[in-house]
Every structure is written in C-alpha cells, then in structure tokens.
C-alpha cells in the first residue's frame, strides 16, 4: 500500500523557518521525482518545488525560489522541502507528491497546514 505522510507544518511568525518532510513507503522511492505543492484558501494550487528521482534537479516556483529548499534522503525514503523567511502568502496546506512517467500513477500526502501570522 502506498503512502506519503507529511509531517512538520505548523505556525511560525513571518521571518521564521520550518521544515516539512514527507516519509514515503509501499513504491520503489528512487524511481520518482518527488514535488510539494500547496493550495491556500480560495487559491489555486500551486507546484513549489520538484526533485528528480535521483536528486540531480530541483526546479522552484518563482514565489519561493532563494527562501526554500527541496532534498530527498533515498535511504530514509523522505523528501524534505525547507522554508526560510516565511511570509503570510506562504500560508497554505503542503502536500507531497510522488510522479514518475506514465502510465504510473500519481501518489499524494494527505496535506500539512502551514500558517505564517504574527
């Protein structure tokens, strides 16, 4: 059974930092690029950052390119995404996902909360 577990959310004041990781098991880790995307409320969802799925390419959304940092740890199965000098705009649910070429499927967390308020 696959599953993505996210873990690390929560509410930091602007300025701050948090991590997020996301512990995959039941499918072949390293044969998936790995991204987080987020969706804020009313908003739509937005791709934050990839990783390839041998780590060699990261790629950023423009909003967070310089603040955050995506890195996956093979032997752990888990893909982090570090987030520096939060702001409010960054206030969304985080959710992992797992994307190799089709016909394999997508798989997706279940969502992490990150709220960015003083």
């Known amino acids: 059974q696959v599953q993505l577990v996210e873990s690390g959310g929560g509410t930091v004041q602007p300025g701050g930092s948090l991590r997020l990781s996301c512990v995959g098991s039941g499918f072949t880790f390293n044969s998936y690029a790995m991204s987080w995307y987020r969706q804020a409320p009313g908003k739509e969802r937005e791709l934050v950052a990839t990783?390839?799925?041998?780590?060699?390419?990261?790629t950023y959304a423009d909003s967070v390119k310089g603040r955050f940092a995506i890195y996956r740890d093979t032997v752990k199965t888990t893909v982090y995404l570090q987030m520096n000098n939060l702001n409010p705009d960054d206030t969304a649910v985080y959710y992992c996902?797992?994307?190799?070429?089709?016909?394999?499927?997508?798989?997706w967390g279940q969502g992490t909360q990150v709220t960015v308020s003083s």
């Open positions: 990783i390839s799925d041998h780590g060699s390419t990261t």
């Open positions: 996902v797992a994307r190799r070429p089709r016909p394999f499927p997508d798989y």
